[in-house]
């Protein structure tokens, strides 16, 4: 069998599957596997995988064995939940040959649907309207995993026999930062010559490159004291409010400074704010008749691939040195800088690496339309590949416009042409058995 016949037959096989795709998702949608919580959506994954005949590899990470790692830190899901019974899986179809290996990677958890009374329906139960699919995870992403297995059950049926391995793999926590999830794959063993991640980037556009992205907590002194005597104490709030005014000034100085086109490419609005500094939490004083003693608030720093972690931190805790510097409370009492939580560094992979380019034109031939590179916005487990092990990674998977929003949706449309896009270019990488 040549490659063009062989691409076209799981093409046809792929759009004959729609069914078998929806009852999957159907399922994985139903597993409620939110982060820290993914035994449940692995064990459809699991099931699938022995349906398909495939042999499996499953185990739970160990942080001690990752901590050595550049690109470890100790996740929100880790320090709440450990990764006890919170098992990576992977599966492998051997190839023939000797042809490159190529990974389909995607990660089983999901954020939660709360507010759940503010959706249209049970977000733990698929509900399809014509082409639209509904439910938590539709694109974010088990719409992916299941086009995942969907193109791999398709190669298999139309006795597409591949040159090079190809690893399937389903992960834990991306959406904590993905430490125990792909970097443990990886570490693992599992380190293949180029990987796609079906994650939501709207074929035919493809992803080349993600955010990095640090957690951090700024914590202001005041002087406690009486509100009738609030003279004589010094308001943290109010202190924190110039940190706030600080951050600010430098978020709108970052963003008429710093450009990367791709991470607009597909969204023309997020011009002018591929990078930002948000302070999400504000936590302080413990009762309303008390002049607050204390303010910590804890902000997210995002920023596209040209700069490296430590000139982010050092340009934020330059800008709260400054305004301590200027007053004359914080001048004696200054702030203090806490670096938490996620600690992901930027990505970005060369247009015009075998993989990408493969990628790029068999979605723009299934979909019968031109894409764009995108990605540099948002952080992603891509950075691992590329960062740490020098592969190659091309993002590139369905609809998905209102991911972690309410009533998150994608077409059956996009699902279908991921999995032909998926399918056709394992094809083209790997090569076809002799």
């Known amino acids: ?30 597993a409620k596997s939110v982060t ?10 699991c099931e699938a995988f022995d349906d398909l005949g495939l042999e499996v590899d499953t185990w739970e990470p160990r942080a001690e064995a990752l901590a050595d790692h550049p690109g470890f830190f100790r996740t929100s899901s880790y320090e709440e ?31 939660p649907a709360d507010p759940e009374s503010a959706w249209e329906s ?57 430490v125990g999830g792909l970097l443990s794959v990886l570490e693992r063993g599992y380190v293949p010559d180029a990987a796609i991640v079906p994650e ?10 993600s955010a990095g ?43 008429a400074a710093i450009d990367f086109p791709p991470a607009y490419g597909a969204d023309p609005d997020l011009e002018g704010h591929v990078t930002n500094i948000n302070l999400g939490v504000v936590e302080g004083g413990d009762w309303p008749a008390s002049v607050p003693a204390e303010v910590t608030l804890k902000g997210r720093v995002g920023w596209p691939p040209g700069e490296t972690r430590a000139e982010v931190r050092e340009a934020i805790e330059g800008a ?17 800088v806490e670096w938490t939580g996620w600690n992901a560094a930027p990505h970005e992979v060369p247009r015009d690496a075998e993989i990408v380019e493969i990628v790029k034109n068999n979605a723009e031939s299934i979909t019968g339309e031109s894409g764009t590179f995108v990605g540099g916005n948002a952080a992603l487990d891509e950075r691992f590949y590329q960062r740490y092990y020098d592969v190659p990674v091309v993002t590139a998977g369905p609809y998905g416009p209102n991911l972690h929003g309410v009533d998150e949706y994608t077409t059956l449309t996009s699902l279908v042409e991921t999995a032909q896009t998926l399918a056709t270019s394992a094809i083209d990488y790997c090569g076809l058995a002799k």
């Open 213 to 255: 992205v640090m957690f951090f907590d700024v914590t202001v002194p005041g002087k406690k004291a009486h509100a009738a005597w609030g003279h004589q104490g010094v308001s943290a709030f109010d202190k924190a409010c110039l940190v706030r005014k600080a951050l600010e000034e430098l978020n709108d100085e970052r963003q």
């Open 320 to 336: 709260i040195a400054d305004v301590a510097d200027g007053d004359e409370w914080l001048s004696e009492n200054p702030p203090t």
């Open 36 to 45: 820290g919580h993914e035994p449940r959506g692995q064990a459809v994954i």
């Open 200 to 209: 939501p980037f709207g074929l035919p556009n493809v992803g080349i490159a």
């Open 122 to 178: 049970d977000p733990w139960t698929l509900r399809r309207e014509g082409d639209e699919l509904y439910g938590r995870g539709v694109s974010d992403m088990k719409g992916g995993l299941a086009a995942m297995l969907v193109a791999v059950d398709a190669l298999q049926d139309e006795d597409v026999e591949l040159a090079g391995d190809l690893y399937v793999q389903s992960t834990i926590e991306e959406e904590a930062g993905g």
């Open 1 to 30: 069998m040549d490659e063009r016949t062989a691409t076209k037959r799981v093409e046809d096989a792929i759009a004959d599957r729609a069914d078998e795709l929806l009852a999957l998702l159907e399922d994985l949608v139903a």
């Open 81 to 111: 939940h450990g990764y006890e019974g919170r098992e990576n899986a992977v599966a492998t179809l051997s190839g023939t040959g000797d042809g490159p290996t190529l990974a389909l990677s995607g990660h089983v958890d999901v954020v």
